[in-house]
């Protein structure tokens, strides 16, 4: 990427400082403009190249931006993965030691929990124009007063042909809880392993 090392011209300085939007940035890329296109030994062709220049390194930039920020997000996405992972992991070995909590110096201590399946309620739509006709609806089907209908002795007759409720499982896997210390000076560097 030449155009992301080079020393920038005086134009795309001023071109870059008019995110500001005061006036004086104004004023300085505007005559940054003019010094190029009225110098008498600088070719028309050579100032439209001067001034095109300056856009298409503020391109460059730009898209040099994108992309390092697409490969931080898909880092992050790939560290909070592995974080999330490593809780599990770490969870079901201290599990499998009997240890449900491990008490630590700089740091209070790591609580592991079991993996546990719950069961919630899921809606399941069996005719989405009749609930919209019986009323149920905001701009799109109201699930919630759909659930409230199929749990109110009242109004289930309305929704039953239409909806119903089932109990799906939901697995949580194990993972682990770090309780900082409460005593441990703010200004005091922790170190984290790469």
Do not use: C
Not at 27 to 46: D, G, H, K, R, Y
């Amino acid at each position: 990427m030449q155009n992301l090392t080079k020393q920038p011209s005086q134009l795309e300085q001023d071109l870059v400082a008019l995110h500001t939007g005061t006036i004086q940035s104004k004023e300085w890329f505007n005559q940054s403009v003019m010094n190029i296109l009225q110098a008498p030994t600088i070719s028309s062709f050579a100032k439209a190249d001067r001034v095109a220049e300056v856009f298409t390194s503020i391109e460059v930039k730009i898209d040099y931006i994108k992309e390092q920020q697409k490969l931080l997000s898909s880092l992050k996405k790939q560290l909070e993965l592995a974080k999330t992972y490593a809780k599990v992991e770490v969870s079901n070995a201290l599990i499998s030691l009997g240890v449900s909590k491990l008490e630590g110096l700089a740091i209070s201590s790591i609580t592991a929990s079991k993996p546990t399946d719950k069961s919630v309620a899921k809606l399941e739509i069996l005719d989405a124009d009749a609930l919209l006709n019986a009323g149920y609806f905001k701009v799109e089907i109201d699930k919630e007063a759909i659930e409230k209908a199929l749990l109110s002795a009242d109004q289930r007759h309305e929704v039953e042909q239409y909806a119903d409720m089932k109990i799906e499982l939901v697995h949580k896997p194990a993972n682990i809880r770090i309780n900082k210390r409460k005593t441990l000076a703010q200004d005091e560097p922790i170190s984290i392993a790469a």
